[in-house]
């Protein structure tokens, strides 16, 4: 299979290449030339995780030189679970997503893209920098899966001030090829640095260069699986297809949902829960889609005012019209994510963390607007990454995953940089 740009200026290229490179030459966002269709009985006798993503994925590698390992990537990617849990009202689920190394969704793709990018380099003499903005989470998801690669690099930067305690005492607490620095800025800053950089022939010939922000290819085909394993899981179970609602800003995990449906896998409706950053809730009102400037909220990884992955949407549905009838997006705000923490774990027991907390809140909407079927909302960090919002609200200590406090019990550090392009680019070539 071939990849082509969203903007149609950069010829056709391998699934390798297009994981390499991050971005396309021309700007774009790499996407397949064709979407191939699978069914349910596709997937018969597939039951892990790992199958799952070797089955779903095995169109997508087809012809490509990372065809043959696919499945040692899936097995070495995928050693974590993402189950589906019933919660306390009927009919609802929720998928949680955080039971990897840095206690968020990220660790799926960042594994599955490092897992890919590691084999690639095995004949290449220079190194490869990958560059990285995070808003929370994504930086200690790739830093996590890339430490200790040979032949690779990482940069991180993330809004200095903007992350959670804890999230900032991950994206600082790896060393050797992992250099961390916090921005004097947004979240949006942080990527405007990373796709100029990306887009920089000059500086791509002295530092090769790629991405691992949910831009890159690597992550978004990978974050498809748990889609396909949960709702076929659910398929088999019910005979019912599975409604979903997902936490966003900048789109890469509920796109990958949208193309799991395109393929054929049994979800029902996707629903965008955003926080206060509401330009998908308003274009999906029927307002033109306009990127602004993002706002801090207490679900910080969702700070984000001009998602990046609206391109592959409006790739997927070029029609306005057709695109707003898909689906449906909601805001909520920050007394509402407080409001909805405090009152799940009073009324049913349930620790949430504040993204989570915003899809919960929409599911509830939604229900209380007549929806029916089976729903699941999407759950995309541990709380124990928000204690200092979390704990407050309910009272009590939230218990800290393993794999989390080893992190925070390794010192951190961070460089501080400003939103200053020719700075950053300084800084790629010297690391």
Not at 55 to 71: I, K, S, V, W
Not at 319 to 326: I, N, S, T, Y
Not at 327 to 345: C, L, M, P, S
Request: hydrophobic content about 45%.
């Amino acid at each position: 299979m071939n990849f082509v740009s969203t903007r149609g200026g950069a010829a056709p290229c391998t699934l390798s290449t297009a994981i390499a490179a991050g971005l396309a030459p021309d700007g774009g966002l790499y996407v397949p030339a064709e979407l191939p269709r699978l069914r349910v009985t596709d997937f018969d006798g597939c039951t892990s995780l790992p199958g799952i993503a070797e089955r779903l994925l095995q169109p997508f590698f087809a012809g490509d030189a990372l065809e043959p390992e696919l499945a040692a990537i899936c097995r070495e990617a995928f050693d974590f679970p993402a189950p589906l849990r019933a919660l306390a009202t009927p009919n609802d689920y929720i998928l949680e997503l955080f039971h990897g190394p840095t206690a968020a969704f990220k660790d799926f793709g960042a594994r599955f893209l490092a897992a890919c990018l590691s084999r690639l380099r095995r004949t290449q003499a220079r190194e490869l920098t990958i560059v990285v903005a995070t808003s929370g989470d994504t930086g200690a998801a790739v830093a996590a899966a890339f430490h200790g690669q040979p032949g690779l690099r990482v940069a991180v930067l993330y809004p200095d001030g903007r992350v959670s305690p804890r999230q900032a005492h991950q994206l600082g607490c790896f060393d050797g090829n992992i250099h961390t620095c916090k921005v004097s800025g947004s979240f949006d800053d942080c990527q405007a640095l990373v796709k100029q950089a990306l887009n920089d022939a000059a500086l791509q010939a002295q530092v090769p260069l790629s991405s691992a922000n949910s831009i890159s290819l690597g992550r978004l085909l990978p974050q498809m699986s748990y889609y396909a394993s949960s709702s076929l899981q659910h398929w088999r179970t019910h005979g019912r297809a599975l409604n979903v609602v997902i936490p966003t800003g900048n789109l890469g995990n509920a796109f990958a949902a949208i193309l799991a449906r395109a393929l054929g896998l049994p979800l029902g409706d996707v629903v965008l829960a955003t926080n206060a950053n509401d330009v998908l809730p308003q274009f999906f009102g029927g307002a033109g889609y306009a990127p602004r400037a993002s706002v801090a909220t207490l679900a910080n990884a969702m700070d984000v005012g001009a998602p990046s992955n609206f391109e592959r949407l409006r790739w997927l549905y070029p029609d306005d019209a057709g695109l707003r009838a898909a689906f449906r997006a909601a805001a909520v705000d920050d007394a509402a994510i407080r409001d909805t923490i405090a009152r799940r774990w009073r009324d049913h027991a349930e620790i949430h963390c504040p993204h989570t907390a915003t899809a919960v809140r929409v599911l509830e909407t939604l229900r209380r607007d007549g929806a029916d079927g089976d729903w699941c909302v999407v759950s995309t960090a541990h709380p124990a990454k928000f204690e200092s919002i979390v704990e407050p609200l309910i009272g009590r200590p939230v218990d800290v995953p393993p794999a989390l406090a080893e992190l925070l019990r390794r010192p951190a550090h961070a460089e501080p940089l400003a939103a200053d392009y020719a700075a950053f680019a300084q800084q790629l070539r010297e690391l």
